[in-house]
């Protein structure tokens, strides 16, 4: 993969290769650094991808790597799993009748930054949260599991994230307020509003990419419905906002340009 390599990427678009790049990174690599996973952290394991074959909205030879990948995990009930074991479960398998896939290669289309060391990864884990909240919203009755996709996200965050003093800030921001989320809805409002949070906890700081600029998002020129006023006073429209993001974390603005 060339990083340098410029790509054309619209903000307005969400990129599978970013998704799969992000994927592949978090199973392969970050989860897989112990040398072996067990108690808690095996338990947020398996919940990721169990979340994953439910919700992720991947191409077919993904949705049938995560599968597999889950099926071999609910077979695993031995208390520790060992790295090895569980990087030869990972690989891929193109010559079964059902391929398994998932790309191998790192490639940032919307997550790409001005320079390596922005953007990337950390992006790609909010995309994919998102996503992953929208589409349980839109697949199930509201009031059943709310808790379902952010729970996974927290555990997820909580043992394997790479960046602890993220992982801590996440943590206290889940302490204070996601037990309270009633609804598969509110819990799509939840994630934003929370990014929205660290975004303007992190604007004009060291770790922010210059040409991509923390926002409040989205910006108005994505959704000028979104904001309002109220006595002088910006507001969200909260129901425009829901709306918008279920049209843009849906499966069809997904794009593959790019992607392996
Ligand atoms: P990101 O903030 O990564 O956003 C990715 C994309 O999501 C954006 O390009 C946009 O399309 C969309 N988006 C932006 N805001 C929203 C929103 N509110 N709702 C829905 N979609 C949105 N970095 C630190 O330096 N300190 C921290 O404490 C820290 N905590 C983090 C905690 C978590 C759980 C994660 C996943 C990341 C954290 N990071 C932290 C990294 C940081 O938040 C960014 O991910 C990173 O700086 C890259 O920023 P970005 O410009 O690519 O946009």
Redesign the pocket.
């Known amino acids: 993969t060339n990083a340098s390599q410029p790509k054309r990427a619209d903000?307005s678009k969400v990129y599978m290769a970013d998704l799969e790049s992000t994927l592949h990174y978090s199973l392969r690599v970050e989860a897989a650094r112990a040398a072996t996973l067990s108690g808690a952290q095996l338990a947020a394991f398996k919940c990721y991808v169990a979340t994953l074959v439910k919700y992720f909205p991947g191409r077919p030879y993904v949705q049938t790597y995560l599968q597999n990948l889950d099926s071999w995990l609910r077979n695993w009930t031995e208390p520790e799993l060992p790295r090895s074991a569980l990087k030869e479960a990972m690989k891929n398998n193109r010559d079964a009748s059902h391929p398994a896939v998932l790309p191998t290669n790192v490639t940032w289309v919307?997550?790409q930054?001005s320079e390596p060391h922005?953007?990337g990864y950390?992006?790609g884990?909010?995309?994919i949260f998102?996503l992953l909240t929208i589409q349980a919203a839109q697949s199930g009755p509201d009031k059943e599991l709310p808790l379902e996709v952010l729970s996974t996200m927290r555990c997820y965050?909580r043992h394997f994230?790479g960046?602890q003093?993220?992982a801590q800030?996440?943590e206290a921001m889940a302490a204070e307020s996601m037990d309270r989320v009633a609804g598969r809805e509110e819990a799509v409002l939840w994630?934003?509003s929370h990014?929205?949070e660290?975004?303007a906890?992190?604007a004009g700081?060291d770790?922010?990419?210059p040409n991509?600029p923390?926002l409040q998002?989205p910006p108005p020129d994505m959704c000028p419905q979104c904001h309002r006023e109220e006595r002088g006073l910006h507001a969200w429209d909260q129901p425009a906002v829901l709306t918008f993001?279920k049209a843009h974390f849906s499966p069809a603005n997904i794009y593959l340009d790019y992607a392996e």
Do not use: A, I, Q, S
Request: charged share 20%; net charge positive.
């Open positions: 903000r919307g997550c930054g922005f953007r950390p992006c884990l909010w995309t998102h965050v994230f960046c003093e993220c800030h996440f994630l934003w990014h929205n660290v975004n906890r992190l700081g770790t922010e990419d991509f923390k998002w993001l």
